[in-house]
């Protein structure tokens, strides 16, 4: 594999909850599997009010990774990691001591080493970020890695892409979805561009719905200020489920390459038609206005289930449903496509035909399974549903697995933009949920540890049913 150029990597937001969960394990992760440039350094960066010295930095990353990391923070690997943080700290009208520990990291490695930028700030302070790094001639040559929510609506979007654009070109521009990034999200393509069993069959002909359902069992985790802004539709499905989505249903890209993968994507959000509010199921649970910093009359949704549609050639008439909440019964990743019945029964006693599907659970590790119908051992020709299941844990040695967000950020270094998310893409995304966010159906309250709001779930899906929780046997049954 190609090791990326030399690297200064800067983390804004260094000893926020992202870059402790994810981003500095992440980074050693990498580091410890000899995937980072063989020469880099890390500058954690806060504003002033949370300046830390080098060591205290390095502190706090070796308790970052000895509580979220997979790899322990210990040995030659750990240390020559540990000998390439250090941390500076920057406001909008003090950019220096950030400045100092850029140029002494880039003096350290010799040549002209690429910039990477990770803005693991929120919104507003991402902004900020962005005129300083304009302003102090910092961008210049570097990348930068946005995350979400990238807009709130169509005009905030826009106005961020503006912002975005004044100082980095497209093409420098990394809007990370950690779901992209998993394995078995990419495995999406393999799965539909490689192989000669379902390539033939992924289209309106064989296949009568889609569905996308990642239930969470967490709550809001003490995140009130940013859940109370954002709420479920903007947190997960504008950003995750409609991303996967785009995999699902594209077509076949002409390479694996960012440009043409990523145009094949935004043609499935052109193809969406604007999400219709009657087609959409908000939820509350109950007890989510007692969290502390929580408006004790909020309209803020925690669950939503929405039915959309793809009118291009491939999926007219295919309903799409996702589904994601929190608080609910179980914590899970599944893709379901319902697949068409052949035209005759000729089972007697059939009261199982219709339950046939292709299911992926892009959980980690995931597994993908066939759901069918087999002869039922006896005398009789009756059926029974059975399953093929395909396990990666069980195919593949997973130590070699990469987390979503390392994936990114090694692609970042390596400017391979296929799994980042473009601006017009987002722009088109938040263009179909205009009339949504004008006009959203009324909160329905839900309990805690339930599938959401009912009848409202069931209903929207009818005649189809949520694979999730009773179409699942034991997987390993
Ligand atoms: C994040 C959302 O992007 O994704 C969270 O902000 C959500 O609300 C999380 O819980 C889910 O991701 P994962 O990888 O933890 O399942």
Redesign the pocket.
């Known amino acids: 594999m190609t090791r990326p150029d030399p690297h200064v990597v800067v983390i804004f937001g260094a000893t926020g909850d992202l870059a402790t969960r994810k981003l500095i394990p992440g980074l050693f992760h990498l580091a410890a599997a000899g995937l980072l440039p063989e020469n880099y350094r890390v500058v954690g960066s806060a504003p002033a009010s949370a300046a830390m010295s080098d060591a205290d930095f390095r502190d706090h990353a070796h308790e970052a990774v000895a509580t979220y990391g997979l790899t322990q923070p210990a040995g030659k690997a750990w240390k020559s990691f540990e000998a390439a943080l250090s941390f500076g700290a920057a406001d909008p009208d003090n950019p220096e001591p950030l400045l100092t520990k850029v140029k002494a990291a880039e003096d350290a490695l010799g040549g002209r080493p690429r910039r990477l930028f990770h803005l693991a700030v929120p919104p507003a302070a991402s902004r900020s970020v962005i005129g300083m790094l304009g302003a102090t001639g910092l961008a210049k040559n570097g990348r930068v890695i946005v995350e979400k929510p990238f807009g709130t609506d169509l005009a905030s979007a826009r106005e961020l892409n503006r912002i975005i654009h004044s100082v980095f070109d497209e093409s420098r521009v990394f809007r990370i979805d950690?779901f992209l990034g998993k394995e078995s999200v990419e495995n999406i393509l393999a799965l539909r561009f490689a192989n000669g069993l379902f390539e033939p069959i992924w289209n309106r002909d064989h296949i009568s719905a889609v569905q996308i359902d990642v239930p969470?069992t967490?709550g809001i985790e003490g995140r009130a200020q940013f859940f109370e802004e954002t709420g479920t539709f903007r947190?997960?499905l504008v950003?995750?489920l409609i991303q996967v989505l785009s995999l699902v249903a594209m077509e076949p890209p002409a390479s694996l390459e960012a440009g043409p993968l990523r145009d094949e994507k935004v043609k499935v959000f052109r193809a969406m038609r604007p999400i219709d509010p009657a087609h959409v199921v908000r939820g509350q649970y109950e007890g989510y206005r007692e969290e502390p910093g929580v408006a004790p009359d909020s309209a803020t949704e925690t669950f939503v289930a929405m039915r959309v549609e793809v009118d291009n050639r491939r999926w007219a008439g295919v309903p799409f449903y996702l589904r994601s909440g929190k608080s609910l019964a179980q914590r899970r990743?599944v893709i379901s496509l319902s697949l068409r019945e052949p035209p005759l029964r000729m089972f007697p006693g059939d009261e199982t035909a219709g339950d046939d599907s292709i299911v992926i659970d892009f959980g980690d590790p995931g597994w993908i399974a066939a759901r069918f119908l087999a002869k039922k051992p006896g005398p009789a020709m009756h059926l029974s549903p059975a399953r093929m299941t395909f396990r990666y844990g069980d195919t593949f040695r997973e130590k070699n697995a990469l987390e979503?967000y390392e994936r990114l950020i090694l692609d970042a270094m390596l400017g391979d933009q296929a799994l980042f998310t473009r601006s017009d893409g987002i722009e088109r995304i938040w263009e179909t949920a205009s009339d949504l966010l004008t006009n959203p159906p009324p909160l329905q309250p839900y309990a805690v540890g339930s599938w959401g709001p009912e009848p409202a779930a069931t209903d929207l899906i009818a005649p189809y049913r949520w694979y999730l929780p009773e179409g699942e046997e034991k997987p390993d049954s």
Do not use: P, V
């Open positions: 950690h969470e967490i947190d997960m950003t995750h990743q979503g």
